[in-house]
């Protein structure tokens, strides 16, 4: 009996309407073949690309970037540990998540290999320096608390575990596993777009809230200090009188509430809500990348049957979870792609 469907069972797209055919006009060249696949691409790449764009101004951190940052970080930032890890960081995930954007292009993977090659090792490279920066500056990033630095360790560390798989992928010729480790490692670090859309609003409703935090007094001082007040008019003494007669060297800790009056108070709903932010940032992405996934396995099993071709050519033997069908985390088709035809494989696409 042959393998090859019958034609009823993929029916024509039929004839397609004004807007579709302009629509074609525009993707098709990019290498998309699938209407829905555009407008991801636009959305998410776009959103990456953006990003990356806007924040490259940031690349001077002495100024630029100092400039635009609270006080409490600053207050790290300029120490030497800290100015290393967050030089460190900004200089290469910048770069990094800029030229991803071209990696999911479907005509730059196919038609410009090798770039898409020496484009992807400058990436990998460039995000294993930019998380080793991300490690240096977490212990008082957004304060410092513990849900930060756990939140943080896990996205640095997810991030370099799945582009590594990315690579070890690649090199064993499993296009497949390749391109969901990528297309992980890269929604999953664009949670940090995703967590200023949150941070906002959280950081409005704990200001209602009359939440505190200790904050230490040097540092209330230097934040005034750092938008210009003069030390002889800087209210920290006045303020908080815990902080006594010299606020500017005192390492005692006050209670600060969070809210808008002061560099202090704005720091205070920063740090609260940094780590919650991150935290439903990173869900969300997690959770969709996996639905992506799971709703496009169509072009799993092309890549797969790809790869085995390719694995057999180079003299690779198939290992048991690549002959079951599974991925790195397990079972992810319930099609036998070992045994289906390339042109089927590219009719379910």
């Keep these: 009996m042959s393998n090859t469907p019958s034609k009823s069972a993929f029916p024509p797209r039929g004839n397609a309407n004004g807007f579709v055919s302009f629509s074609r006009k525009i993707y ?3 290498g998309f073949k699938h209407g829905y696949n555009f407008p991801l691409f636009v959305i998410l790449v776009g959103a990456l690309l953006g990003f990356s764009l806007s924040r490259f101004m940031l690349l001077d951190v002495g100024g630029t ?11 790290y930032y300029i120490q030497s540990r800290g100015r290393i890890g967050i030089t460190m960081h900004l200089g290469t995930i910048m770069p990094a998540a800029f030229l991803a954007c071209f990696q999911f292009v479907p005509v730059i993977r196919h038609k410009v290999i090798l770039f898409h090659r020496i484009n992807g090792y400058i990436i990998i490279l460039l995000l294993f320096v930019s998380n080793a920066g991300v490690f240096m500056i977490a212990r008082h990033a957004a304060g410092g608390h513990p849900h930060t630095q756990t939140i943080i360790g896990i996205l640095g560390t997810a991030t370099t575990i799945s582009v590594s798989l990315a690579y070890y992928n690649i090199k064993r010729l499993r296009i497949d596993r390749h391109r969901a480790w990528m297309l992980r490692t890269w929604v999953w670090a664009g949670s940090i777009i995703t967590l200023r859309l949150v941070l906002l609003p959280a950081m409005t409703i704990v200001d209602k809230m009359e939440f505190y935090e200790a904050q230490r007094c040097d540092k209330i001082f230097f934040g005034y200090d750092s938008v210009g007040v003069p030390a002889a008019h800087n209210p920290t003494a006045q303020l908080y009188p815990g902080c006594g007669s010299d606020p500017a060297t005192s390492k ?15 720091s205070v ?27 496009t396995p169509g072009e799993t099993e092309r890549l797969r049957v790809v790869s085995r071709e390719r694995r057999a050519k180079a003299g690779m033997e198939a290992d048991d979870t690549e002959r079951a069908g599974e991925d ?3 079972k992810y088709s319930s099609i036998d792609a070992e045994s289906m035809p390339l042109g089927e494989v590219n009719s379910r696409r």
Aim: proline share 7%.
């Design 28 to 30: 098709n060249p990019l």
């Design 65 to 75: 970037f100092l400039k635009g940052t609270l006080p409490s970080e600053v207050y």
């Design 252 to 266: 005692a800790h006050v209670a600060v509430p969070a809210g808008s009056a002061g560099p202090e108070n704005v």
């Design 269 to 295: 709903g920063y740090n609260l809500t940094f780590g919650l932010a991150a935290f439903i940032a990173l869900v969300i992405h997690v959770v969709g990348v996996e639905v992506y996934l799971h709703v």
């Design 328 to 330: 790195d985390f397990g």
